[in-house]
């Protein structure tokens, strides 16, 4: 039976529950402590997620709720699930009394009150205040608290928190001033009305404490420095070193230029300092000159044991171990000040005394030069000259090292190892070219240039590796030819022929740019005649024009204007004799070609260069891939039902909260994160075809409704196909290999630019 809150046991104030489906008894026994004892605890009853707010651990009050209503059939939850992650939040304080403070009576502390749905506990914190000389943090843990007196036999619940109101929990009173959006929200929907928020008063310490840090300094007139703390110093220059070179003249016996780095630390003000040793010096073991400590600037001899004390002993009183007694001086009467030396001691040319060795800086690096310059103002860092060094000898550099000649075995490299170290290692390759172009082929048609004929009609493809400019040739097998195809050259590097093979050099590899259509190459001994190129050889040799110069369509064209500028008009004539030149004007590739030459020759120009001429003004498009609706359908249903998906309902859900003015239409960038976001069991390439043949309208948006239809195996399945490998199968994507056959002539004379210039002349 479902029944009101508030509203007394009568007929007419209870409703069934028809979603009860379970009426188990409930435990009346328990067992706690080792004592048998009857069960009096309230289980929390099923609450709505959206439906009037109810205490879990507390019975509801008549007088706070009031329904007139009765409820609605709708799914209920245990407090702890609808609840779940839902907690209030109200900001509060709380005056505490002083008494050994003057001018401050009181104190305003500032808590966080945290209300947990789930279970009706509650959190106070004190957020923490710099310099506030309390402990703050947690002030009451997460518990059930009773209300004060004479009620504590209840709980405080959410009725008993809102704004501008009192609580007293463990008696101390907490005024509420606020909460958050979340909190407001949520009481309103509940039927409690939150008032506005109020502002807190100041805390009277805290404007005491911003009140003397105001206070000028007690004595205005001294020239001393305010105290600050030895640790501020490290924290705002730690890793900080001023860096200066200089060297010290040492006059004994076998004394020399010592040339030194002298290092100091600005976050404690120490100085070390390390020696240079020079190339051959003889010079073994640590090149520490002095050690990293604070550097006094006077220096009259070592110390006394005793001397150097932090408390000066005036007098021993007594006879023997026992009763002896001292007696400390605590003005330290006598001692001596010692001074050590700070960044304004030193700069360039200033002379340093190293415990009686003198140091003389000469230069700086550039961080302290900034240094200086904006803390001193200093501008002038000239560097000063350093005396030479009776051992220092200018360094040259030999002769390079004149290798034997190559014998033969193994590569060039193996055998330059050989000669250079006893214990010859492994060439090094290039991994970065080798991470950057991997997988990249180009590969080339060719024929075999022989005086033999049959050698002439056997076709190869060379395939260059741009990953370690290595060379590859196949053999293209042909019936009844009496030739095997097959590979014809392994991979490997070619050296270019003309050089000599025993000599001590290196020799020079063929490169990439030395492949093209239409040129001859000479590998180990056989010639070659390139006569075409695949489709990812050609587009990546017109995206790098730089390395190679025969796909530049920059200087070809400008090649191209300079030899036809002359005879412009007679160039256009024998290209279009006989048509007027409108909108889809087109050219064939072997009519170009032949004019092209005929005003060219063929060393200026080459074929590949042609070749790219009529690829950049191509009047052919790509034709749009086809895919079959049905069939790409049944490849998804496919994955669907490997993956047991079913869950439409999630899906539709996603859709709505993407779109929530319920538009027909989406852009596609939504559909693609919805797929992937409800997680369906989709490849990339599968995903691109499904939004291929979905339907769309004049602007490209797709339709909600047929991406729901699209998934829907209840209502309308398609006939299983078998499975198919979807990145090639589905659709396939061929590569337009007819690109370059008409060329777009108007576009090609328009990037020529010679129809202004002719217009220019004649006016």
Same mark, same amino acid.
């Given at each position: 039976?479902?029944?009101?809150?508030?509203?007394?046991?009568?007929?007419?104030?209870?409703?069934?529950?028809?979603?009860?489906?379970?009426?188990?008894?409930?435990?009346?026994?328990?067992?706690?402590?080792?004592?048998?004892?009857?069960?009096?605890?309230?289980?929390?009853?099923?609450?709505?997620?959206?439906?009037?707010?109810?205490?879990?651990?507390?019975?509801?009050?008549?007088?706070?709720?009031?329904?007139?209503?009765?409820?609605?059939?709708?799914?209920?939850?245990?407090?702890?699930?609808?609840?779940?992650?839902?907690?209030?939040?109200?900001?509060?304080?709380?005056?505490?009394?002083?008494?050994?403070?003057?001018?401050?009576?009181?104190?305003?502390?500032?808590?966080?009150?945290?209300?947990?749905?789930?279970?009706?506990?509650?959190?106070?914190?004190?957020?923490?205040?710099?310099?506030?000389?309390?402990?703050?943090?947690?002030?009451?843990?997460?518990?059930?608290?009773?209300?004060?007196?004479?009620?504590?036999?209840?709980?405080?619940?959410?009725?008993?928190?809102?704004?501008?109101?009192?609580?007293?929990?463990?008696?101390?009173?907490?005024?509420?001033?606020?909460?958050?959006?979340?909190?407001?929200?949520?009481?309103?929907?509940?039927g409690i009305h939150v008032p506005v928020s109020l502002m807190e008063p100041n805390d009277p310490t805290t404007e005491m404490r911003k009140r003397s840090a105001l206070k000028p300094t007690s004595r205005p007139n001294t020239s001393a420095l305010p105290k600050r703390h030895s640790f501020a110093q490290f924290l705002e220059f730690d890793r900080r070193v001023l860096k200066f070179q200089g060297y010290w003249n040492d006059r004994s016996e076998f004394g020399d230029v010592r040339k030194l780095?002298?290092?100091?630390?600005?976050?404690?003000?120490?100085?070390?300092?390390?020696?240079?040793?020079?190339?051959?010096?003889?010079?073994?073991?640590?090149?520490?000159?002095?050690?990293?400590?604070?550097?006094?600037?006077?220096?009259?001899?070592?110390?006394?044991?005793?001397?150097?004390?932090?408390?000066?002993?005036?007098?021993?009183?007594?006879?023997?171990?026992?009763?002896?007694?001292?007696?400390?001086?605590?003005?330290?009467?006598?001692?001596?000040? !010692? @001074?050590? /030396?700070?960044?304004?001691?030193?700069?360039? +040319?200033? *002379?340093?005394?190293? #415990?009686?060795?003198?140091?003389?800086?000469?230069?700086?690096?550039?961080?302290?030069?900034?240094?200086?310059?904006?803390?001193?103002?200093?501008?002038?860092?000239?560097?000063?000259?350093?005396?030479?060094?009776?051992?220092?000898?200018?360094?040259?550099?030999?002769?390079?090292?004149?290798?034997?000649?190559?014998?033969?075995?193994?590569?060039?490299?193996?055998?330059?190892?050989?000669?250079?170290?006893?214990?010859?290692?492994?060439?090094?390759?290039?991994?970065?070219?080798?991470?950057?172009?991997?997988?990249?082929?180009?590969?080339?048609?060719?024929?075999?240039?022989?005086?033999?004929?049959?050698?002439?009609?056997?076709?190869?493809?060379?395939?260059?590796?741009?990953?370690?400019?290595? !060379? @590859?040739? /196949?053999?293209?097998?042909?019936?009844?030819? +009496?030739? *095997?195809?097959?590979? #014809?050259?392994?991979?490997?590097?070619?050296?270019?022929?003309?050089?000599?093979?025993?000599?001590?050099?290196?020799?020079?590899?063929?490169?990439?740019?030395?492949?093209y259509i239409g040129s001859t190459v000479n590998l180990k001994d056989h010639i070659f005649h390139i006569i075409s190129a695949d489709e990812f050889t050609l587009l990546y040799m017109e995206q790098h024009p730089n390395e190679f110069p025969v796909a530049d369509i920059r200087s070809i064209m400008k090649k191209i204007r300079d030899a036809v500028r002359p005879q412009y008009k007679e160039f256009v004539l024998r290209c279009k004799p006989d048509v007027d030149l409108g909108d889809s004007t087109?050219?064939?590739?072997?009519?170009?070609?032949?004019?092209?030459?005929?005003?060219?020759?063929?060393?200026?120009?080459?074929?590949?260069?042609?070749?790219?001429?009529?690829?950049?003004?191509?009047?052919?498009?790509?034709?749009?891939?086809?895919?079959?609706?049905?069939?790409?359908?049944?490849?998804?249903?496919?994955?669907?039902?490997?993956?047991?998906?079913?869950?439409?309902?999630?899906?539709?859900?996603?859709?709505?909260?993407?779109?929530?003015?319920?538009?027909?239409?989406?852009?596609?960038?939504?559909?693609?994160?919805?797929?992937?976001?409800?997680?369906?069991?989709?490849?990339?390439?599968?995903?691109?075809?499904?939004?291929?043949?979905?339907?769309?309208?004049?602007?490209?948006?797709?339709?909600?409704?047929?991406?729901?239809?699209?998934?829907?195996?209840?209502?309308?399945?398609?006939?299983?196909?078998?499975?198919?490998?979807?990145?090639?199968?589905?659709?396939?994507?061929?590569?337009?290999?007819?690109?370059?056959?008409?060329?777009?002539?108007?576009?090609?004379?328009?990037?020529?630019?010679?129809?202004?210039?002719?217009?220019?002349?004649?006016?």
């Amino acid at each position: 039976m479902l029944r009101l809150p508030g509203m007394p046991l009568l007929p007419g104030a209870q409703f069934y529950d028809y979603s009860k489906h379970r009426h188990p008894r409930r435990q009346t026994l328990m067992h706690y402590q080792g004592i048998h004892m009857l069960s009096d605890r309230r289980e929390p009853e099923l609450v709505e997620p959206n439906g009037p707010l109810v205490d879990p651990k507390c019975p509801p009050v008549a007088t706070e709720m009031s329904a007139t209503w009765t409820p609605k059939i709708s799914i209920k939850l245990p407090p702890w699930l609808a609840y779940d992650k839902q907690v209030l939040c109200f900001n509060a304080y709380f005056k505490e009394p002083l008494t050994e403070v003057y001018h401050a009576p009181y104190q305003v502390r500032k808590v966080k009150i945290y209300f947990y749905l789930e279970d009706g506990t509650m959190q106070i914190t004190e957020p923490k205040v710099e310099n506030s000389g309390i402990p703050q943090g947690c002030l009451v843990h997460r518990q059930r608290i009773p209300k004060s007196p004479p009620g504590d036999r209840e709980f405080i619940s959410i009725f008993d928190l809102n704004v501008d109101t009192n609580v007293q929990i463990f008696d101390r009173v907490y005024h509420i001033s606020g909460c958050d959006i979340f909190t407001r929200q949520f009481l309103n929907r509940a039927g409690i009305h939150v008032p506005v928020s109020l502002m807190e008063p100041n805390d009277p310490t805290t404007e005491m404490r911003k009140r003397s840090a105001l206070k000028p300094t007690s004595r205005p007139n001294t020239s001393a420095l305010p105290k600050r703390h030895s640790f501020a110093q490290f924290l705002e220059f730690d890793r900080r070193v001023l860096k200066f070179q200089g060297y010290w003249n040492d006059r004994s016996e076998f004394g020399d230029v010592r040339k030194l780095d002298i290092c100091y630390y600005l976050a404690d003000d120490t100085i070390d300092i390390k020696e240079k040793f020079p190339r051959n010096s003889g010079r073994e073991g640590p090149s520490t000159f002095l050690k990293r400590a604070k550097l006094p600037k006077e220096f009259t001899g070592l110390a006394l044991p005793g001397q150097q004390t932090s408390v000066t002993l005036l007098n021993v009183l007594g006879t023997n171990m026992r009763d002896i007694r001292y007696v400390t001086d605590p003005l330290n009467t006598g001692q001596k000040q !010692v @001074q050590h /030396y700070t960044d304004q001691d030193l700069q360039i +040319g200033a *002379v340093l005394n190293v #415990f009686g060795r003198d140091v003389i800086l000469t230069s700086c690096d550039q961080f302290t030069q900034h240094y200086y310059r904006e803390k001193y103002g200093i501008q002038d860092f000239t560097p000063q000259p350093q005396p030479d060094r009776s051992d220092e000898r200018p360094y040259h550099q030999g002769q390079a090292r004149r290798l034997p000649p190559y014998n033969g075995w193994g590569s060039y490299e193996d055998s330059e190892g050989n000669c250079i170290t006893v214990e010859p290692k492994a060439p090094q390759a290039d991994f970065k070219k080798l991470f950057k172009y991997d997988g990249c082929i180009l590969r080339f048609g060719a024929k075999l240039m022989s005086v033999i004929r049959e050698n002439c009609e056997r076709s190869f493809v060379i395939s260059y590796y741009l990953a370690d400019d290595t !060379v @590859q040739i /196949y053999e293209i097998p042909r019936r009844n030819s +009496g030739f *095997v195809g097959g590979e #014809f050259l392994k991979r490997a590097r070619v050296p270019l022929p003309g050089q000599e093979k025993f000599s001590s050099a290196r020799p020079e590899y063929f490169r990439a740019s030395d492949f093209y259509i239409g040129s001859t190459v000479n590998l180990k001994d056989h010639i070659f005649h390139i006569i075409s190129a695949d489709e990812f050889t050609l587009l990546y040799m017109e995206q790098h024009p730089n390395e190679f110069p025969v796909a530049d369509i920059r200087s070809i064209m400008k090649k191209i204007r300079d030899a036809v500028r002359p005879q412009y008009k007679e160039f256009v004539l024998r290209c279009k004799p006989d048509v007027d030149l409108g909108d889809s004007t087109t050219v064939s590739y072997d009519k170009l070609k032949s004019t092209l030459l005929s005003y060219l020759p063929k060393e200026s120009l080459l074929n590949h260069e042609i070749v790219t001429v009529c690829r950049f003004f191509s009047a052919e498009q790509m034709p749009p891939p086809s895919c079959d609706r049905n069939h790409v359908r049944a490849a998804a249903q496919l994955e669907l039902k490997r993956a047991l998906w079913n869950n439409v309902e999630e899906l539709t859900e996603h859709l709505s909260h993407i779109n929530p003015t319920c538009k027909p239409y989406i852009s596609e960038a939504q559909v693609r994160s919805t797929l992937r976001g409800c997680r369906l069991p989709f490849s990339l390439e599968l995903v691109e075809d499904i939004l291929q043949v979905l339907q769309r309208n004049s602007q490209g948006d797709i339709e909600v409704r047929d991406v729901l239809g699209f998934f829907n195996m209840s209502a309308d399945q398609v006939p299983d196909i078998a499975p198919l490998n979807i990145a090639f199968e589905l659709c396939p994507k061929l590569p337009f290999l007819h690109k370059g056959r008409l060329v777009d002539f108007n576009w090609f004379i328009q990037y020529l630019g010679l129809e202004e210039e002719l217009v220019r002349d004649n006016y």
